[in-house]
């Protein structure tokens, strides 16, 4: 019967199929030696105080740069490495950098500085997740209380129970809990309130619409009054113009992410980006 079936399937299987899968496995095959060669590194974009504009906190984000320089974006190369299983490894290796990172920065005097890291609901059901979170923690002597983890709204509405439980033991361990790309999903209230979460992050595409119709910033502002209601804190990505952090501010949106601010930059840059920023405080 399986056989059957296989052959049905090849029988309708079409051309362009055929090229995207040859695509996808050349994509997985140049990832993995791009991971063994160094190509992959992580940047940091500030997440600032929008009272007083003061950075406090990063999201570490991924990076492919391949050896002619060409950039390949995250959100191209973090499925297909979700698909072939590498983001359990790679997963791991960012979340030990983004923390190595974290204590060189409170090494240099940025004691409460956060650090936000994406994690891949790949990542999220492998068996030894909690884990490699304890020994990452463990290894780096990364403070929990500083290190926030972000998963996504979609990955919040499968399986309620087992990411309720899962939260409940992440939670254990000192670390917060972020749910990004907040208002894309369909969570419902009551549901919300049983996840034992931290913040919400507005995404990006309500903070885009704030400035545009009259009804535009209605989706921000229902994410913001969420989040005073339910006692989460909340933060918009994807700032661009000071209009956009104005109208945030107004609304009760306490911190931001976004170009406007800074762009997401090398451990190098964030350290002197955040050693000048303390400067220019204190003159
Ligand atoms: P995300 O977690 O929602 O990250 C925010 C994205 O918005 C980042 O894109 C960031 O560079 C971009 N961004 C920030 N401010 C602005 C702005 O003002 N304007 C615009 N246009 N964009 C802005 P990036 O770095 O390309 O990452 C895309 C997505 O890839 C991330 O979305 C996340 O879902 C995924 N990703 C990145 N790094 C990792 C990682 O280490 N692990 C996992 N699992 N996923 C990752
Ligand atoms: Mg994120
Ligand atoms: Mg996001
Ligand atoms: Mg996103």
Not at 79 to 108: F, H
Not at 152 to 159: C, Q, V
Not at 178 to 192: C, E, P, R, V
Request: glycine residues 8%; charged residues 20%; aromatic residues 8%.
């Amino acid at each position: 019967r399986a056989k059957s079936q296989q052959r049905a399937g090849h029988f309708y299987f079409s051309r362009s199929m055929g090229v995207e899968i040859r695509e996808r496995v050349r994509m997985m095959h140049a990832l993995r030696t791009a991971f063994g060669q160094n190509q992959l590194f992580v940047v940091y974009q500030p997440q600032i105080d929008l009272a007083t504009r003061r950075p406090m906190g990063a999201e570490a984000l991924l990076r492919w740069q391949t050896p002619d320089g060409k950039f390949i974006s995250p959100d191209r190369f973090i499925p297909i490495a979700e698909y072939s299983g590498l983001i359990i490894e790679l997963g791991e290796w960012v979340m030990r950098t983004a923390c190595r990172e974290l204590v060189d920065l409170r090494a240099a005097g940025h004691h409460d500085f956060m650090m936000s890291i994406n994690v891949s609901q790949v990542q999220f059901r492998h068996p030894h997740f909690l884990d490699m979170l304890r020994k990452a923690l463990e290894d780096t002597g990364a403070p929990p209380q500083n290190i926030e983890l972000e998963i996504t709204e979609s990955m919040a509405m499968e399986e309620p129970d087992m990411l309720i439980k899962m939260l409940a033991q992440i939670k254990q361990t000192g670390v917060s809990i972020a749910i990004d790309d907040f208002g894309t999903g369909f969570s419902s209230l009551s549901y919300l309130q049983r996840l034992q979460i931290d913040r919400l992050k507005i995404d990006r595409a309500f903070v885009t619409e704030i400035t545009g119709s009259a009804r535009g910033s209605s989706i921000a502002e229902m994410v913001i009054q969420l989040g005073r209601n339910l006692g989460l804190a909340v933060i918009a990505e994807g700032v661009e113009d000071e209009r956009q952090a104005q109208i945030l501010q107004s609304l009760g949106c306490p911190l931001a992410q976004g170009f406007l601010f800074a762009r997401p930059m090398t451990a190098t840059a964030l350290n002197s980006w955040l050693s000048n920023d303390a400067l220019e405080g204190a003159a």
